[in-house]
């Protein structure tokens, strides 16, 4: 696996939700698939650093930002909404407008299930291009994937239908290298899964 460095790294803004797991696992694939390296607060289990001070440290660290707000709904639970995502979109924000040079350069991209569901949640952000997924793990891959390409410049990176053809491919081999490193699917930690999809596309190349 490639080195993180800020040019390369893409923080993931995005719910740990199990409902959210298909369309989250496939973007991260598309990250790695388009020669990036996706950042998250669950990379690492450190009980002794703070999960904002965590959130902040990523932050800094990646030059790309995709932020996904399509579960802002209220809890069935708890009955409130659910501000993480908006709230750590709007520190990437400020890192971008008041970090100095160094974060001007950051970029974001904004995800829904819908392109104008945010008006009724959001509306500080009316004029940014949302990109809407509705709720497809395949469509998601496309919008990253053109996403980087354009922000990125790099020519190189395959198309989203490739990315996901690509991820087939490694769904149906993943229960098979999880087996050979003696770990369950449903087991797979953040770090488990970055490391088996890099790992499938080096050796797929």
């Known amino acids: 696996m490639i080195a993180p460095k800020p040019e390369n790294s893409v923080f993931l803004n995005c719910p740990f939700d199990p409902s959210y797991k298909r369309i989250f696992e496939a973007i991260v694939f598309a990250i790695f698939d388009a020669g990036f390296i996706p950042r998250c607060a669950l990379e690492a289990d450190d009980s002794t650093e703070n999960r ?30 659910r501000f993480n995502m908006p709230f750590e979109l709007g520190l990437y924000f400020s890192c971008q407008r008041f970090g100095g040079r160094l974060h001007a350069r950051k970029k974001s991209v904004i995800l829904d299930r819908e392109p104008y569901r945010y008006r009724d949640s959001l509306s500080d952000i009316a004029g940014q291009d949302i990109h809407a997924h509705h709720s497809d793990p395949r469509a998601a891959v496309k919008e990253v994937r053109d996403w980087l390409r354009a922000k990125s410049g790099i020519r190189s990176i395959p198309g989203g239908a490739e990315i996901w053809q690509r991820y087939e491919r490694f769904r149906i081999e993943l229960p098979q290298m999880c087996e050979k490193e003696r770990i369950l699917v449903e087991e797979l930690t953040f770090a488990d899964f970055s490391n088996f999809v890099a790992l499938w596309l080096e050796q797929s190349r």
């Open 52 to 81: 904002l001070a965590k959130i902040f440290k990523l932050i800094s660290e990646c030059n790309y930002g995709i932020h996904d707000i399509s579960y802002t709904e209220t809890d069935s639970a708890t009955k409130l909404p």
